[in-house]
């Protein structure tokens, strides 16, 4: 039987044979994660490491179920979100219309290129009693710590999937009288999602760096906080239970992103 469900067996063969093999990925990763807490969790049992200084997952699920149940843990990762998100929105927003705007000025790109390069090099951390002195020591300050750090990158990202769009594509574009929001539109915008998903997995790793860069700062609560403030008083149990949930969260960003290019891919298809 050559065909079924409109498929070539051939075709059938590829597709089970990719399905496998995701399959398998995804098992080797979770065997890995499994094997790495087993490791974790046995050496802080027989002593080989020091379960005070190190912990262990035990001891960290243990952690986060008692700030579930006896404190506000829920706020704090509330507010970690709030900052994060609010601050990896705004500068990948305001990042990819900058972007558009150098692509269509080459005089303001060539004027504010080496400016960027600057900044984007210059130590964020630096700028910190600045932006406190800026905002106030509370959650606009963390935001703008997390806008701050990603805003470049999303510039940079973007510019360069801009001006890689087919020359040739765009030269016949304008032999047949298009616009130059034509070639926008229709060329540069379209052949520039991959790059749009890249800049998009960059800049959550960005808006968490920022949050936390801001926590570690300026703040009374969020994930941060409880960081700095387990490392104090030596709860580093606290410490290894809130880079946990980091972690979570920030993976989850991650998958949602991934959701969205396999959108974008099945519409592109279409």
Same mark, same amino acid.
């Given at each position: 039987?050559?065909?079924?469900?409109?498929?070539?067996?051939?075709?059938?063969?590829?597709?089970?044979?990719?399905?496998?093999?995701? #399959?398998? +990925? $995804? #098992?080797?990763? $979770?065997?890995?994660?499994?094997?790495?807490?087993?490791?974790?969790?046995?050496?802080?049992?027989?002593?080989? &490491?020091?379960?005070?200084?190190?912990?262990?997952?035990? =001891?960290?699920?243990?952690?986060?179920?008692?700030?579930?149940?006896? %404190?506000?843990?829920?706020?704090?990762?509330?507010?970690?979100?709030?900052?994060?998100? *609010?601050?990896?929105? &705004?500068?990948?927003?305001?990042?990819?219309?900058?972007?558009?705007? *150098?692509?269509?000025?080459?005089?303001? =790109?060539?004027?504010?290129?080496?400016?960027?390069? +600057?900044?984007?090099?210059?130590?964020?951390?630096?700028?910190?009693?600045?932006?406190?002195?800026?905002?106030?020591?509370?959650?606009?300050?963390?935001?703008?710590?997390? #806008? $701050?750090?990603?805003?470049?990158?999303?510039?940079?990202?973007?510019?360069?999937?801009?001006?890689?769009? %087919?020359?040739?594509?765009?030269?016949?574009?304008?032999? #047949?009288?298009?616009?130059?929001?034509?070639?926008?539109?229709? *060329? +540069?915008?379209?052949?520039?999602?991959?790059?749009?998903?890249?800049?998009?997995?960059?800049?959550?790793?960005?808006?968490?760096?920022?949050?936390?860069?801001?926590?570690?700062?300026?703040?009374?609560?969020?994930?941060?906080?409880?960081?700095?403030?387990?490392?104090?008083?030596?709860? !580093? %149990?606290? +410490?290894?239970?809130?880079?946990?949930?980091?972690?979570? !969260?920030?993976?989850?960003?991650?998958?949602?992103?991934?959701?969205?290019?396999?959108?974008?891919?099945?519409?592109?298809?279409?």
């Amino acid at each position: 039987m050559k065909k079924e469900l409109g498929y070539s067996y051939e075709r059938i063969k590829y597709l089970n044979a990719r399905k496998k093999d995701k #399959f398998t +990925v $995804i #098992f080797w990763r $979770i065997a890995l994660l499994v094997l790495l807490l087993g490791i974790w969790e046995l050496f802080a049992n027989i002593g080989f &490491i020091d379960p005070f200084i190190a912990s262990s997952p035990s =001891r960290v699920i243990a952690t986060i179920k008692n700030l579930l149940i006896n %404190d506000n843990f829920l706020y704090h990762i509330g507010i970690t979100l709030y900052e994060t998100l *609010l601050g990896f929105i &705004i500068a990948v927003g305001l990042g990819y219309v900058v972007a558009l705007l *150098l692509w269509w000025s080459e005089k303001i =790109r060539n004027i504010l290129e080496p400016y960027i390069v +600057v900044l984007n090099s210059l130590p964020k951390i630096a700028l910190g009693p600045i932006i406190i002195v800026w905002f106030g020591s509370g959650e606009k300050a963390i935001i703008f710590m997390a #806008f $701050i750090i990603g805003i470049i990158v999303a510039i940079m990202t973007m510019l360069n999937g801009f001006l890689a769009a %087919d020359k040739n594509k765009m030269l016949l574009l304008r032999s #047949f009288g298009a616009s130059k929001w034509q070639i926008l539109t229709k *060329l +540069v915008i379209p052949s520039s999602l991959p790059t749009l998903i890249s800049m998009l997995k960059i800049s959550v790793g960005m808006a968490w760096i920022g949050s936390i860069m801001g926590e570690y700062l300026v703040s009374r609560a969020g994930l941060g906080y409880l960081i700095v403030y387990g490392g104090q008083v030596f709860k !580093l %149990d606290l +410490v290894m239970a809130s880079t946990v949930v980091l972690c979570l !969260l920030a993976t989850l960003m991650y998958l949602l992103v991934t959701a969205l290019e396999k959108v974008i891919i099945k519409y592109k298809t279409e």
